[in-house]
């Protein structure tokens, strides 16, 4: 049974840093589809970042490039995403995804490209 262990959510003032963690278990595939999401109340969720495990490539929604850092601790079955200049609107359930994915065009920031999903944790930036 494929499980998504989020942690590292919080609250902080605008400007801060958090660093989320996503644990995945019973999930072992070579060629992965990593990804966070976020979904600020009353709105749709939308893709942050993503991480294509072969190779590490990773890709940004425009609202987060320069500031956020996905990235992967394979041993660990882990992926991070590192979050600086966090700003109120950054405010939202950040969700981690996953799932197989035997080349990268498979691994796009949409959620129709993820399986499994973790349950979220929550991220309020105040001003």
């Known amino acids: 049974q494929v499980q998504l262990v989020e942690s590292g959510g919080g609250s902080v003032q605008a400007g801060g840093s958090l660093r989320l963690s996503c644990v995945a278990s019973g999930y072992h595939y070579n060629r992965n589809c990593m990804g966070w999401f976020r979904q600020a109340p009353g709105k749709e969720r939308d893709g942050v970042a993503r991480?294509?495990?072969?190779?590490?490539?990773?890709t940004y929604a425009d609202s987060v490039k320069g500031r956020f850092t996905i990235s992967q601790d394979n041993a660990k079955n882990t992926v991070y995403l590192q979050m600086n200049s966090l700003q109120p609107e950054d405010t939202a359930m950040y969700y981690c995804?996953?799932?197989?994915?035997?080349?990268?065009?498979?691994?796009?920031?949409?959620?129709?490209?993820?399986?499994?999903w973790g349950q979220g944790t929550q991220v309020t930036v105040s001003s």
């Open positions: 995804a996953a799932s197989p994915a035997w080349s990268i065009s498979s691994c796009r920031l949409v959620e129709t490209d993820f399986n499994y």
């Open positions: 991480i294509y495990t072969l190779g590490g490539i990773t």
